[in-house]
């Protein structure tokens, strides 16, 4: 059955409700089956990645719910792809947990797709895509913003201990709760085992924060990419993001050299693990 919910259409999406929060759709789809969970109170509808995502609250318990199967807005692929997409990150997630990762609690076949069930966060996100929760992190001080890129140093070293790399990471991928003052990091869906080699030419993410070889056919694709990476979340916590110029630097010159030094365009440049970069980011706090 068909959502019965009143559906309007505004060019080639159509708008749905559900606990009354609206959110659009390709074509209707019927989300009942959210009601054994509890009731909406967030939807986030606006992903490419063929996925959609309810906040849901049941009393005192709140969840995140993210489910592939559904005709996404901007998902252009089919939703048997969605699917076996969200169910291989959820071996993704089972495999890389840590404390400052969002916290899988199961995941499941439902309303004629996949389910992957988290506990409920309410981190503040840095993405761009969220200019109010984004400016209320960037005024974060600059030593809280310390501790939360020494958090995302330790969870990918954590990754690239687990014997994986981090693809598609990037400011949405970054959450601070603010009452609990701890950083968490999700939608790691895309995380892969290594070795891996880059097969498409530009890989999936944000050019903010992406290596010259995620962009190169033939690639391999590694720690040393990450290093690359997480020198550019440096740049987007305490710099001018692309612009990588010392006047938009906000901490130390010595801090800046080693940020400088990760994100070189020549991997043989820069630190030759995600160890060394922080150890030598530490030494220089």
Known sequence: M??????????DFCLQNIDGIPYKLKAPYDFSFLKRYGEVFKVYDDQDSGNICFG???????LFIKFAGAPTARYEGKSEEAIAGLKS????????????????????????????IFEWSDGECMG??????????MQLPDSTRIDVFRDIL???????EKGYVAIDFYDGSILYDFSKEKTLICDIDLYAKRP??????????????????????????DEITNVYVM??????????EKDRSFSKWRLSEALYDVALKAVSDEREKRHGSLVEFKRDWDSKI
């Open 2 to 11: 068909k959502n019965p919910v009143p559906t309007w259409y505004v060019v």
């Open 56 to 62: 849901v609250r049941n009393g005192e318990e709140r």
């Open 89 to 116: 990150a959820v071996k993704v997630y089972e495999d890389l947990r840590h404390s400052h990762l969002v916290k899988l609690i199961r995941a499941e076949e439902v309303g004629g797709g996949c389910a992957a």
């Open 128 to 137: 761009k895509m969220y200019p109010r929760s984004r400016g209320k992190f």
């Open 154 to 160: 330790d969870f990918h070293i954590h990754v690239a």
């Open 196 to 221: 891996y080699i880059n097969t498409m030419g530009r890989m999936w993410g944000s050019s903010r924060f992406m290596s010259p070889e995620e962009f190169r056919e033939g690639a391999v694709i």
């Open 231 to 240: 020198g550019s979340a440096a740049f987007a916590l305490f710099g001018g």
